[in-house]
């Protein structure tokens, strides 16, 4: 089993910054892919950024120039700093990722349980 624990959410006022981590945990071959979502309630789950095993970045529209993230390999973590925060990025942050699991090595999405971000305005 492989388990994703996020870390890092709260409250912060618009223009302040939250760091999120993502720790992936479990009996863990490689990691490939790992992403950030958010949602809020009544809508869809909708995509944040990305970042692959060799480090490239993918980001939405709505958060370019201000999110960034980033991983480490060896403590198979992902962070998002999250900079010049605004109200309409309030919602619950989940972490993703593409594991390849030992020892059957059969690769399978996981999903952490959510961290609460609310901005204030």
């Known amino acids: 089993q492989v388990q994703l624990v996020e870390s890092g959410g709260g409250l912060v006022q618009a223009g302040g910054s939250l760091r999120l981590s993502c720790a992936a945990s479990g009996s863990i071959f490689s990691i490939n892919a790992m992403g950030w979502y958010r949602q809020t309630p009544g809508k869809q789950r909708e995509l944040v950024a990305t970042?692959?095993?060799?480090?490239?970045?993918n980001y939405a529209d709505s958060v370019k120039g201000r999110f960034t993230m980033s991983r480490d390999n060896a403590k198979n973590t992902v962070y998002l700093q999250m900079n010049s925060l605004k109200p309409e990025d309030t919602a619950v942050y989940y972490c993703?990722?593409?594991?390849?699991?030992?020892?059957?090595?059969?690769?399978?999405?996981?999903w952490g349980q959510g961290t609460q971000v609310t901005v204030s305005s």
């Open positions: 993703s990722a593409t594991v390849r699991s030992a020892p059957t090595f059969r690769s399978s999405d996981y």
């Open positions: 970042i692959t095993g060799g480090g490239s970045t």
